[in-house]
């Protein structure tokens, strides 16, 4: 509907999408690789940042702070309407039939997950299993709980469908070549052709919005990359060794670089920072600190604590002295000699 269409391309076009870089090596003809220094996003996502209003007040997505100063007094005190979960998945039903036909599979997992792609009904079953699984280890003594509010998640079978819908909808290609995920729209949108992996780092960041809207974005990445090289255990979730890990170990093994690729570096490490020149570096580092913490049973005492003491503990250096024993100092030699060994 034209409508429909007009929405679409007037919030993709207006708002910022969160690009993961949940960006395996480069493969054959994609352009990913191209922007140096371990920016791993498109020309067109060179740039695109996470929307901070987005992240630091999820119920509020469109609502920068100079609005919120901007807004009248009598503002505060006039009735909110309630906010209407079956509603909100009603529409997004309707805007998947909108953009992938009448025939599209849509279904809803754990009430608020809104999974929707181009094949007729029942094509996503697996995927929807391994994404209801991913959502029940998620919440079982690791994150707190999940979204409140319909997250859409578009579902495409190609990289040629998927970059279509960019195009068709922003006039440019897709700020990653696997996914992204937009929080001013609450919406995910990615290849699924090159594998679910991207889907579970993707999930991840609509929950610790939720979880812990605080969380930096070396945590909030570190905690997502770490399932997309996943497995299942017994009602939970392991990531293990990806193709993030040569450029950490290059770090690691380099008298250059060996010192700021240690813990201390991300602790207290800005969004900004995290997202600047030494991004893809940064990703490797919070993803293989979340694993080697996980290996020991240390990560989710370490995310809990911090996220609940946020307030006294805005670097998040005393949760990881209570979940360790250690100061970030302290564990980094010997968190870059597991990575060396892994
Ligand atoms: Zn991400």
């Not at 807004?71 to 979960?85: E, G, I, K, N, S």
């Not at 093994?253 to 991004?279: C, H, I």
Request: charged share 20%.
């Amino acid at each position: 509907m034209k409508t429909t269409i007009s929405c679409w391309v007037a919030f993709l076009a207006a708002s910022t999408a969160w690009a993961c870089t949940s960006n395996p090596p480069a493969l054959p003809g994609q352009s990913f690789e191209r922007v140096s220094g371990g920016g791993e996003v498109s020309p067109q996502g060179a740039g695109v940042k996470k929307a901070q209003s987005g992240k630091r007040a999820p119920n509020r997505p469109n609502a920068g702070p100079a609005e919120a100063e901007q807004a009248p007094p009598q503002a505060a005190v006039l009735p909110r309407t309630a906010y209407d979960l079956d509603a909100d998945v009603a529409r997004w039903k309707t805007r998947a039939q909108a953009d992938f036909g009448e025939v599209a599979s849509v279904e809803v997992v754990a009430d608020v997950f809104v999974i929707s792609g181009p094949g007729r009904k029942g094509s996503l079953k697996g995927t929807n299993r391994t994404v209801e699984r991913a959502l029940e280890a998620y919440t079982n003594d690791r994150f707190g709980r999940l979204p409140a509010r319909a997250v859409g998640v578009y579902l495409f079978p190609s990289a040629k469908s998927y970059d279509a819908f960019c195009r068709r909808h922003s006039g440019g290609a897709c700020v990653s070549v696997y996914g992204f995920y937009m929080p001013s729209q609450r919406l995910i949108v990615m290849n699924i052709g090159l594998g679910v992996g991207t889907l579970t780092h993707e999930l991840v960041h609509p929950i610790v919005e939720t979880d812990f809207p605080e969380a930096p974005d070396w945590i909030d990445e570190g905690t997502a990359s770490l399932f997309e090289a996943f497995g299942f255990t017994k009602g939970g979730i392991r990531g293990y060794k990806n193709w993030r890990h040569p450029r950490l170990l290059r770090a690691v093994q380099s008298k250059q670089d060996k010192a700021y690729a240690g813990l201390p570096t991300l602790f207290g490490m800005s969004d900004a920072v995290f997202r600047g020149e030494n991004e893809a570096l940064h990703y490797a580092m919070a993803r293989y600190l979340c694993q080697w913490l996980d290996s020991r049973g240390q990560l989710w005492p370490f995310y809990q604590a911090w996220r609940d003491n946020y307030a006294t503990d805005p670097t998040g250096e005393k949760a990881f002295r209570v979940a360790t024993g250690m100061t970030p100092a302290e564990a980094s030699p010997e968190w870059q000699r597991w990575v060396k060994r892994l």
